[in-house]
């Protein structure tokens, strides 16, 4: 069966054209082979006069599936798009990675995503506590382990021809907090796929349980922002389908560069990796490589025995308490942590304390918001297996109603 365009042909033949066509812009490299031999192209695309560790990483794959063209196009119409003048700043604040095409055998047969990528599916590629099953997860695991990306979009088409622009979810281990934002910005996508004429809003569907693809991995573990996003195939011409997803991408790049989801830096929303505005658990480091490594510590301590992360619901003594336990089983900690909690907007913070050392008043800030007085404390120092709580003492013009039992 022909293979529609691109081919993995195609796809080798830009990427090679992309890279020459912006030389220190855009670089390119081949990562692994696949089962039968073929290269795994990579697109390494930013501005090189920007340390890497003052930007973010973004890794857009495509052509998981090899009968769904959509995605291999999108992911080169990415990295070439972003050449473009009026694009160039998004290079500036981040590194992204692309992978055109992670099947190639799938891709050069035309065959759906079990029919090729080593006859094994890609939700069965990142079991829990054992190495990728393919060669071709192998040279993926390498990738994001030495980049540890802060989003990550796996971009497919719908097999066969179908409308909808839909998106699979993938919470990290911040259920309550990554859920909701996902949401929002799966509709802002969408919405941005409509102002360029693209109006197909297909299914949003979550993925509670765990997923073992890349993405489902990516999230359990390295609290990375992920999603699969899924492109119109054969009711447009590929030319279109590609505008729409690129509308898609181009927007949730602008939003990995505000600061909003109650971050303090400008990023996609990755950075809460426990709790949320009351409490938040947050990475450590002056620059985002340092952040990142620190969210991938975090997020492998929670799996491996942090039971619960939270506020007390009751302020005694005027004092907030963030507390959580870390088990004897926990190999993994992070050599710091960030805590950030909202009080009330009346509050005057008095102190911070973690196991009860008060903090160098450098080592806190607070500042006013519409909801209250957000308070940041870092701290540069592992937490102790049990018992772990920072508090933070302050003063209120008001008496309550009741005092708390």
Known sequence: MECPYPTYEDVMNECRAIAAQAPGIAAYQEIGRSAQGRSIPLLTVTDPAIPDERKSVLLVSGGTDGNEEVGRAVALGL????????????????????????????????????QGNGAVPATQVHLP???????????????VEAWIPDAHFDFHGLAGGGMGDSAYLYPTVNHKWSIPTLYEVAREMSFAGAKA?????????LWMEPRHNLPGWLARNHGCFCMV?????NYYP???????????L??????????????????????????????????????????????RAISQMILEGVPWFGRTPVDRGW?????????????????????????????????VRWHGRELERAQWQSWPTQAGIVVRAQVPEAPRRGMNELKI??????????EPQ
């Open 319 to 351: 004092t907030a308490t963030i507390a959580f336990p870390v088990e004897e089983s926990v190999k993994t900690l992070p050599e710091g942590m960030v805590f950030q909690a909202t009080l009330d907007r009346r509050a005057q913070i008095n102190a």
């Open 79 to 114: 990295a070439r798009t972003l050449l473009e003048p009026q694009h160039r700043v998004h290079l500036q604040r981040q590194v992204v990675l692309v992978v055109p095409v992670t099947n190639p055998d799938g891709t050069a047969g035309n065959l759906p995503d079990k």
């Open 250 to 295: 181009l927007r949730v790049m602008e939003i990995g560069e505000e600061v909003r989801f109650f971050q303090h830096h400008a990023n996609y929303p990755c950075d809460v990796v426990s709790g949320g505005r009351m409490a938040a658990l947050m990475p450590f480091g002056e620059d985002y490589t340092a952040r990142r490594r620190s969210r």
């Open 129 to 143: 506590g054992q190495p990728p099953a393919t060669a071709e997860g192998r040279a993926l695991r390498e990738l």
């Open 229 to 233: 996003l899924e492109g119109t195939e």
């Open 197 to 205: 004429g693209y109006p197909q809003d297909g299914q949003l569907r």
């Open 393 to 402: 003492a302050y003063e209120v013009p008001f008496r309550r109603h009741v």
């Open 238 to 248: 590929i030319e279109d389908s590609v505008r729409a997803g690129l509308a898609r």
